[in-house]
């Protein structure tokens, strides 16, 4: 195992044999204490081209089929799994604050959030529980898993996209960003008065008799 070109060789072989994505660590463990990440390097640029590429996921690495070609796997029959707009937000939430506890969802939401929210989040593999907020009550706090990076094919949260990339797709509504706007706006105009004007009395309408 001393050679890089049998590391490569060992790495390529316990990826692809490997049930579930594996972190650099765990394919270092299992081959000895071998340093696998130019192997790892070597690979990915290996298969960029190729109908099967080697992608890291939450720090995890695996072969997937290329983008492109993902059509042609496709079962003819599929599954569709839609979620609800209460839980779409909720996991944009997570996605976006984690670690997290359902009062603080609730809180950012306006409105309460359904038990069965998150159990559907955690059922479908995106969601885990993450602890407790050391606060009185100690609520759960919620976390994306790194099932969540691997359906929307994200390498890290860093990859999350940003509010102008959410404003670009239609994301945001358009009439809540304008209230938004405008309520930061007469905030700030108020904020700039002067303390005495602001509390003054309306000027009087002089005596035109005199």
């Given amino acids: 195992m001393s050679a890089p070109d049998e590391i490569v060789r060992a790495v390529e072989a316990t990826l692809f ?59 003819e029959r599929e599954q569709l799994r839609r979620l609800s707009r209460a839980a779409t937000e909720v996991l ?5 604050h ?9 809180a950012i ?6 038990g069965g929210t998150l159990d ?3 059922e479908a593999g995106w969601v885990r529980t993450a602890g407790r907020r050391e606060v009185p009550g100690r609520p759960v706090l ?8 691997e359906h929307f094919g994200l390498a890290s949260r860093r990859d999350l996209p ?3 990339e959410l404003r670009a797709a239609g994301l945001l509504d358009p009439v809540e960003e304008a209230y938004s706007a405008l309520a930061g706006a007469d905030a ?23």
């Avoid at 944009?92 to 976006?96: F, L, S």
């Avoid at 700030?188 to 005199?210: G, H, I, M, N, T």
């Fill in 17 to 75: 044999a490997s049930e579930a994505p594996m972190s650099a660590e765990q394919l270092s463990a299992h081959l000895n204490g071998a340093d696998v990440r130019p192997a790892l390097a070597e690979l990915e640029a290996h298969y960029a081209a190729r109908g099967i590429r080697l992608v890291e996921r939450g720090r995890r690495w695996q072969f997937q089929t290329a983008p492109d070609l993902s059509h042609l796997l496709r079962r």
């Fill in 92 to 96: 944009a939430i997570i996605a976006y």
């Fill in 162 to 164: 940003g509010l102008d």
């Fill in 120 to 122: 559907v989040l955690m």
């Fill in 188 to 210: 700030e105009e108020q904020a700039e008065l002067p303390f005495e004007a602001a509390d003054a009395a309306p000027l009087e309408k002089p005596d035109e008799s005199a």
């Fill in 142 to 149: 919620y976390a994306t898993t790194a099932g969540f990076l």
């Fill in 109 to 114: 939401r306006g409105v309460q959030t359904a």
């Fill in 98 to 106: 984690e670690p997290v506890s359902r009062p603080e969802i609730e």
